[in-house]
């Protein structure tokens, strides 16, 4: 089978130090300080066999996440963008969606207690948690020590076949009959990104009463689906900030109530101005671009006669935070990260909401093949125009 493969040579920069999780010439915790000149391979490779846990799944559906684009961009030194765990050569992709060609003999759903099903839907989680470090006993998989990640350090998914441990797969089923097959894939691929986006305004944001409003930084993929999530968990007003137009009416079609273009509006004066001068209960971070947010951020929690907030950091950034701790204390207002999509029951709850109705398919912007995959993720790194890239051609 062909394999769309990230490819890099080992080059620390000279102030690197090898972390003791990280494997000299392989695999590394903090990849943009290693790996030098990405390129893409389109690699001939036997198809995987399943282990005795496994499934072998044939791909249907795979999202183009950022971190890919961050993996095949570099600096002017040659280093790759992304900054996280990394074993190269790796098949890319993970946020995916197929069907079942091959089932291990102990590929236990453990949900139902049964083997999987030869021609079942799955989706798989992309962070392999271990199940045995000190976070995933006390509950926090996404917080794993010795995780392992799809499309990352382990083969992904922009290959016609992978094997996955049966643990983090789960059933599409729920989905079939409302959606018919194609669509049901396409919306399996997007479980992962709409999961990141549960967990983080539900989990760690704590969520909403019905008629709260919520107000959301960044109409990305998790900004889309966080609209979708909080709409349908009762929100009064969901508002959403986003440059792009494009974006803007896919988050409406995600069930935004209202959208912002912050280049044109106050976007704070015009958040008070929907809610009449309320606020709102949680604010999502997720543009990344923090330093450029946080004073709506702020002037909403202290203007807006809600007490409470929850700002959820969601967004990756390097950048620093322009925090006002007074802000927080007299409007007792917290600030909490969120990171993943694993445990807590997000994966069932978010399949289980798509299941009665939670249709997030128009995330998806663009349907590629897997020979398409290089240029559109060069297209990507300026590109803000597009949400989701989907591969829904393997052939
Ligand atoms: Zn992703
Ligand atoms: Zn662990």
Redesign the pocket.
């Known amino acids: 089978m062909r394999a769309v493969c990230l490819n890099a040579e080992w080059d620390p920069r000279p102030d690197f130090k090898l972390g003791s999780k990280d494997v000299e010439g392989k695999l590394t915790y903090l990849g943009s300080q290693v790996w030098r000149n990405p390129r893409i391979e389109i690699i001939e490779k036997e198809n995987p066999t399943p282990g005795p846990e496994e499934v072998l799944i044939k791909a249907r559906a795979c999202?183009i996440?950022?971190?890919?684009v961050h993996m095949l961009q570099s600096d002017s030194d040659g280093y790759i963008f992304y900054p996280g765990l990394t074993a190269f050569p790796a098949t890319l992709g993970?946020?995916f969606s197929g069907e079942v060609v091959g089932v291990g003999e102990g590929a236990i759903n453990r949900r139902t207690g049964r083997q999987f099903e030869i021609g079942e839907a799955v989706c798989a989680e992309?962070m392999f948690w271990c199940g045995q470090c000190k976070p995933c006993a006390d509950g926090y998989p996404n917080h794993c020590e010795r995780l392992e990640e799809l499309?990352f350090s382990v083969d992904g998914t922009l290959a016609a076949y992978v094997t996955v441990s049966a643990r983090y797969l789960w059933s599409l089923e729920a989905l079939r009959e409302l959606y018919g097959e194609d669509k049901m894939y396409e919306l399996g691929s997007l479980v992962?990104?709409t999961s990141?986006a549960y967990n983080a305004v539900h989990e760690r944001g704590g969520g909403i009463r019905p008629g709260e409003n919520v107000v959301i930084l960044g109409g990305g993929p998790i900004g889309a689906a966080a609209c979708a999530v909080l709409k349908r968990s009762g929100a009064a007003a969901v508002i959403l900030s986003e440059p792009s137009k494009p974006r803007r009416e896919m988050a409406t079609e995600m069930g935004a109530t209202h959208v912002l273009n912050p280049m044109e509006v106050d976007v704070a004066e015009a958040v008070l101005d929907i809610t009449q001068g309320v606020g709102a209960k949680i604010i999502l971070e997720a543009s990344g671009v923090p330093s450029v947010v946080w004073p709506d951020i702020e002037k909403i929690i202290w203007e807006g006669k809600a007490l409470n907030t929850t700002v959820v950091v969601v967004a990756r950034a390097d950048e620093k935070i322009p925090f006002t701790g007074e802000v927080f204390q007299v409007r007792r207002a917290s600030i909490v990260g969120a990171q993943g999509h694993s445990g807590h029951g997000t994966y069932p709850n978010v399949i289980n909401t798509m299941a009665t109705g939670m249709d997030v398919s128009p995330i998806i912007t663009k349907r590629i093949g897997l020979d398409e995959v290089e240029e559109n993720l060069v297209m990507l790194r300026t590109d803000r125009d597009e949400a989701k890239i989907t591969i829904t051609d393997y052939d």
């Open positions: 999202g996440c950022g971190s890919d993970h946020e992309e499309g992962e990104p990141v």
